[in-house]
């Protein structure tokens, strides 16, 4: 189970960050990830981190801003955003793979539900 929270109403140029708790299987032994969906958008891949926190992959339009981190002992994933513009305005869903490096969105196993980040101009 993944419990994401964190998300809110930000001026742009602002900064948030995204928790998320997983719970039930060992989800230190997996890569781990982020995806958002806009408001009349596809859901789209926004960061992934792999089950050691050694790798870190990031879509072109986060890179720079922002930072995907875990703490296993605390089975904990997080997405630290800053310079938030209104295009990062979407729900954004915590995800859990079955590998231990991010292979893309197929080795996805895991939704939690999603938490909203709106960014105000």
């Known amino acids: 189970q993944l419990q994401a929270s964190g998300g809110g109403l930000v001026q742009a140029g602002g900064s948030l960050r995204l928790s998320c708790a997983a719970s039930?299987?060992?989800?230190?032994?997996?890569?781990m990830g982020w995806f958002r969906q806009a408001p009349g958008k596809e859901r789209e891949f926004v960061a992934a981190?792999?089950?050691?926190?050694?790798?870190?992959s990031y879509t072109a339009s986060v890179k720079g801003r922002f930072t995907i981190s875990r703490h296993n002992a605390k089975n904990m994933v997080y997405l630290q955003m800053n310079s938030l513009n209104s295009e990062d305005t979407a729900v954004y869903y915590c995800?859990?793979?079955?590998?231990?490096?991010?292979?893309?969105?197929?080795?996805?196993?895991?939704w939690g539900q999603g938490t909203q980040v709106t960014v105000s101009s």
């Open positions: 981190i792999s089950w050691s926190g050694g790798n870190t």
């Open positions: 039930g299987r060992t989800f230190s032994n997996y890569a």
């Open positions: 995800v859990a793979s079955h590998t231990r490096y991010w292979i893309g969105a197929r080795c996805v196993r895991d």
